[in-house]
């Protein structure tokens, strides 16, 4: 009888004709999950109450033009109480089944290249990733969001429901950690493509790669664990509903469950490729690999296969070929290895390896700890001698030898990885000293290490310039530049802003459209808000001061002075009946080009200006909007000076009083945000204030329109502002450009909650002074319900 703890085989299902590369546990019914195979099909399957302890197929789920290469499962909602079953695949699509029927629902086109990682989050998001790159953040079928800033195919993506984190792993033998649509951190460390990631728990996860390593990270960047034991590729990863053990697949032929930090158990497939894995719900474990077989292991005694299929698994297994090459068995010299009598010593642990040679075969042996005996697990085909053996992986590296040394009789043998290209002795001195060993011992391990390697050809040399392990160059969690503080900006004139209140005298902008509701006071918001504010006569003096200073060709001739004071005059009183002249406005955006230390008066005159539909009009439309805009953004660049930035942000947030300059903003809305997002880090409340307004007139513009995309970016940097801005006026103003994007709109509120905007949040509740901003949290959350 198998111990509880030791798995073994429940059952093998030869369903799919080709490679199974996705594995996914349904909701509904209890116990089922869902295969995904190169034969461009999925299967649902459930158990049955047959004496084989097998499953049965449910549904097979057609759709795919090509091979179906990733699955997931979508949690129920109201409308699909049983939950739906997404699907990724070589022909760039994602689709999207029931459990009631074998066709897709709808299918999801973006990508440009096979989708090959996909993870459900909370109220329907879904997380894609593809060959081509990029990862996709899905509502219903809709794209919400483009994930852009790997180098290479995103092999590995999965959601952190709780707080609306979403993590990526790539080729580029990168993770990166994504906040309402923007890279928060880059995770390095492993030595080649990351191929799968698991969930631990709201702060930890795992990543495996093709250096043949397990990591276990932090969401904050710390690498806390590495685990070995692959010798090859690893390709998926699970975690067990205790959230705390979980069990790895590779190229290496195995399935391997680990607890509490140790390999506990290796179980051997007879298929080169072992693809995928999922847990189900009762601790079972489905594997799916390149024989098209999908196996299901199980530690509970009632659900185990009967002795006979145990017996034909075992017999299925003695007679796989294995392919050296693969590093898994190191070198193999045929003369060297012992006879069948070696298998009559015990073996030291679950897994071990044993070759035997058997006239002139090579037989290969894993111990099995539960049985107490050496299970064959194939026959080597293609030894390789001294001269033509493939390098030996060790942890996940590659040498030339990795010898094994006894240090005390009847104690665990150590091993020594040693390549050709390494000193002996340093080496030796490294080896002591990572194993606690007396340095009395390295002249022995050294001249050990020599004379084991005397006559060797050189392996593959080492890259000059780096180590190729611990090597320079690599990412150092915490390095980051922090965001270095500004002198302060203050208004260049009169050295601060003062902005109209509410006439209730709440505080915050001109406007008695917020008056509208008696219970909601505050949004959605509907017109723009604008920076009205000016003292003419101040503005008007620092020009003519900074005129003086104005490179030659630049500077302005008294009659065009005269002719921008009149403009100032005519655009700080929009009732007036004088309109601004194109010649004052062709005044206005040449002298814009001034050099950018003494350039903020124009811009403020221009803040003004566009606010009139004269101006607005003429620089914002289809003749001259773009490049006016390319203009503004290029004050705004991170490294320039705070207060123009700060004037283009309200520049921008002022061309909405105009259709022109609102049309032009949208059409411009994914740079202008982009860039304006940069802003937050400059440690300036002014610069928060005015990127705040900027997000509120872009939701309150996309208020009542489909344009889902749009409400995505306000979302992402509506969020990633309040990660960094203090200043309550410009949270406030945030919050209710959040409260306008989710109003009225059941996707953006569904977008809201799986990006963990609600979360953020909360803390606003508690504030008290300004009140209008704990009122309008809360309002905001409730909406988000």
């Known amino acids: 009888m198998a111990s509880p703890s030791m798995y073994k085989l429940r059952c093998s299902i030869p369903g799919h004709e080709m490679d199974v590369r996705g594995l996914a546990a349904a909701v509904f019914p209890a116990g089922a999950f869902v295969s995904v195979s190169r034969d461009r099909t999925g299967r649902v399957w459930v158990p049955d109450s047959s004496p084989n302890r097998g499953f049965t197929e449910m549904h097979c789920l057609n759709g795919h033009t090509n091979f179906v290469s990733c699955v997931c499962i979508i949690a129920p909602n109201d409308t699909y109480p049983r939950g739906l079953i997404a699907t990724g695949g070589n022909d760039h699509m994602i689709c999207v089944f029931s459990l009631d029927r074998p066709d897709p629902l709808f299918t999801l086109k973006g990508h440009k290249n096979t989708v090959c990682a996909l993870s459900a989050g909370r109220f329907g998001t879904l997380l894609s990733g593809s060959w081509d790159t990029t990862a996709k953040v899905w509502l219903n079928d809709k794209c919400m969001m483009t994930l852009q800033g790997h180098t290479a195919a995103v092999w590995a993506a999965v959601i952190l429901p709780e707080q609306g984190l979403m993590l990526t792993g790539s080729a580029d033998k990168s993770i990166k950690l994504w906040k ?101 719900p009762n601790g079972d474990i ?15 005694d009632e659900r185990m296969a009967s002795a006979e299929d145990l017996q034909a698994f075992e017999e299925e297994l003695s007679r796989a070929t294995i392919d050296p090459k693969t590093g898994d068995l190191g070198d193999i010299k045929i003369e060297d290895l012992p006879g069948k009598e070696h298998l009559n010593e015990p073996g030291s642990r679950d897994g071990q390896t044993r070759l035997i040679k058997d006239g002139s075969k090579v037989e290969a042996y894993q111990w099995s700890v539960n049985d107490g005996r050496w299970m064959k697990i194939g026959d080597v085909v293609g030894g390789s001698s001294q001269q033509s053996s493939s390098r030996v992986m060790y942890e996940g590296k590659e040498y030339d030898f990795v010898f094994t040394i006894d240090v005390n009789e009847g104690g665990p043998s150590l091993k020594l990885p040693y390549n050709m290209t390494d000193d002996p002795w340093l080496v030796a001195h490294n080896f002591l000293q990572r194993n606690d060993l007396s340095p009395m011992f390295l002249d ?39 965001p270095v503080p500004s002198a302060g900006v203050a208004d260049p004139f009169t050295g601060h802003w003062s902005i109209s209140p509410f006439p209730t005298g709440g505080g915050a902008y001109s406007s008695a459209s917020l008056q509208q509701s008696v219970t909601n006071i505050y949004f959605p918001k509907k017109d723009a808000v604008m920076f009205e504010q000016a003292n003419a006569t101040q503005i008007l003096a620092k020009l003519k001061e900074l005129n003086v200073s104005a490179p030659q060709d630049q500077q302005l001739p008294e009659d065009k002075l005269c002719e921008l004071e009149a403009l100032l005059l005519t655009i700080c009183d929009l009732r007036s009946n004088q309109k601004p002249t194109a010649e004052q406005i062709d005044i206005l955006w040449k002298t814009t080009r001034w050099p950018e230390e003494i350039v903020f008066p124009v811009l403020d005159i221009l803040r003004l200006a566009v606010r009139h539909p004269v101006v607005n009009e003429r620089l914002c439309g289809e003749t001259e909007g773009v490049q006016f805009c390319n203009h503004i953004l290029s004050l705004m660049e991170p490294q320039g000076r705070p207060a123009n930035q700060m004037l283009a942000l309200r520049i921008l947030c002022n061309c909405f009083a105009g259709p022109q300059g609102r049309q032009l903003l949208m059409a411009q809305r994914e740079a202008v945000m982009s860039r304006a997002v940069e802003l937050r880090a400059v440690c300036n409340k002014n610069i928060h204030v005015a990127l705040a307004t900027l997000v509120l007139n872009y939701a309150a513009s996309l208020h009542n329109l489909p344009d889902l995309e749009g409400k995505a970016q306000c979302l992402s940097v509506a969020s990633a502002a309040l990660e960094v801005v203090q200043d309550k006026e410009a949270v406030f103003r945030l919050l209710v450009a959040l409260g306008t994007t989710v109003s009225d709109d059941t996707t953006a509120r569904d977008l809201a909650q799986s990006l963990g905007v609600e979360s953020q949040i909360t803390k606003y509740c508690s504030v008290s002074d300004p009140a209008k901003v704990s009122e309008c949290c809360r309002l905001v959350i409730n909406a988000l319900h």
Not at 239 to 246: E, R, S, Y
Not at 286 to 299: L, P
Not at 448 to 472: M, R, V
Request: proline residues 4%; hydrophobic residues 35%; contains cysteine.
């Open 180 to 280: 309402a649509g923007r890279c928060e951190k880059t995770f390095l460390g492993h030595e080649d493509c990351v191929r799968a990631l698991a969930v631990l728990s709201d702060v930890e996860f795992f990543s495996g790669s093709n250096d043949a390593s397990i990591r276990r990270w932090m969401v904050t960047g710390e690498c806390v664990q590495v685990y070995y034991g692959h010798t090859n590729y690893i390709y998926s990863l699970a975690v067990f509903p205790n959230g705390q053990d979980f069990v790895s697949t590779g190229e290496d032929r195995t399935l391997r469950i680990w607890r509490r930090g140790e390999c506990a158990q290796t179980i051997r497939l007879p298929t080169q490729s072992v693809w995928c894995c999922c847990v189900l």
């Open 286 to 300: 489905v594997v799916g690999a390149s024989d098209g077989i999908i196996r299901v292991f199980t530690e509970s």
């Open 444 to 482: 022995q391990v050294a001249n050990f290490i020599i004379e084991n390697t005397k006559g060797h050809t050189l392996g593959a040399a080492q890259p000059s310039g780096s180590d190729p392990f611990t090597g320079s160059g690599r990412y150092i969690p915490g390095t980051d530049p922090s």
